[in-house]
């Protein structure tokens, strides 16, 4: 085992890791004069430790795992604005224009966990039925057939209802990212590049949420105000948990020492809130994610 080596390659790849195990720099430096076969023997359970401290928490769910989830997700709308460009919907040129822009985002976002994933990365034709989605929401889990009998039934004839299911995959899909960072602290390079595609997941929210704003959905804002603000009742559990006004064990409608309380919409809005694999999973099965 070539520790000095591999303290190099990790450096390559996490240019803060000597930053991250200082003070412990200096044994690893001398590392090798250990000498006895005892402390040679013990070299992986240090190395391990130490990676542990360097890093934070093993995390509990495989990195292999989580990027398989994501491409699951990144499948279905990948596919989705595939269907919107190509369909014959009456957007406008702007909303058009925009709709190719994400097109691009999420088939890139596709071939890039692919790529990361190789061999390991989960087959499309594993989703839905042999890859084609029921973008209605009423996908047969049991028969694995699309119905087109969903809740969206206009989904790809009415642009209101088009942008309505692109809101709430957008907005479920930062929710979903959030939710499993902790799951990736041990791996600092996929984490960031997960973190990448949050924040274009959120920029993808946040302007299809103001496309529907622009559309006459009044009530919908840029960002995600307390539980549910779509206005559609089918898509409740995208929203669960979002009305939450509680951040770090403080109730942030009532911050001591500030003048006047803060709002419960003001409150929702600041945060966005995470979902777990198992809770999302449930959320897009009914367009034939498995």
């Keep these: ?53 360097a890093y934070g928490q093993t ?9 398989n989830y994501a491409l699951k997700l990144e499948y279905l709308e990948a596919a989705f604005y595939n269907a919107g460009v190509a369909s014959n919907l009456g957007f406008s040129t702007a909303e058009k224009a925009y709709l190719v822009t994400i097109q691009g985002h999420e088939n890139a976002h596709v071939k890039f966990l692919q790529s990361v994933l190789g061999s390991a990365a989960v087959a499309q ?25 969903g809740p969206f039934t206009t989904v790809l004839s009415n642009v209101d209802t088009y942008f309505a299911v692109a809101q709430a995959f957008e907005d479920t899909g930062v929710r979903a990212y959030k939710g499993q960072a902790p799951n990736l602290l041990g791996n600092q390079v996929v984490l960031t590049a997960a973190l990448n595609i949050h924040s274009v997941e959120a920029r993808h929210a946040s302007a299809i949420r103001q496309i529907r704003r622009s559309r006459g959905a009044t009530t919908t804002k840029p960002w995600i105000t307390g539980a549910n603000d779509t206005g559609i009742a089918a898509v409740n559990g995208n929203y669960a948990g979002e009305d939450n006004v509680i951040q770090g064990g403080v109730t942030i409608t009532n911050l001591a020492g500030v003048s006047g309380n803060v709002s419960v919409n003001a409150a929702t809005e600041a945060f966005d809130e995470p979902l777990t694999m198992a809770q999302v999973v449930a959320l897009v099965n009914i367009f034939g994610v498995r």
Excluded at 4 to 23: A, C, G, K, T
Excluded at 125 to 138: E, I, K, P, R, V
């Design 125 to 149: 034709s594993s989703q839905g039925m042999n890859g084609a989605y029921d973008f209605t929401g009423g996908f047969n889990t049991t028969t694995n057939t699309v119905t087109g009998t």
């Design 1 to 53: 085992m070539d520790l000095l080596n591999i303290i190099e390659e990790i450096n390559n790849v996490d240019p803060e890791f000597q930053d991250r195990i200082s003070p412990r720099r200096a044994a690893i430096k001398n590392i090798t004069s250990f000498g006895s076969k005892v402390a040679v023997a013990a070299l992986p359970f240090a190395f391990s430790t130490l990676f542990k401290r």
């Design 59 to 67: 995390p509990t769910v495989a990195v292999n795992d989580v990027l």
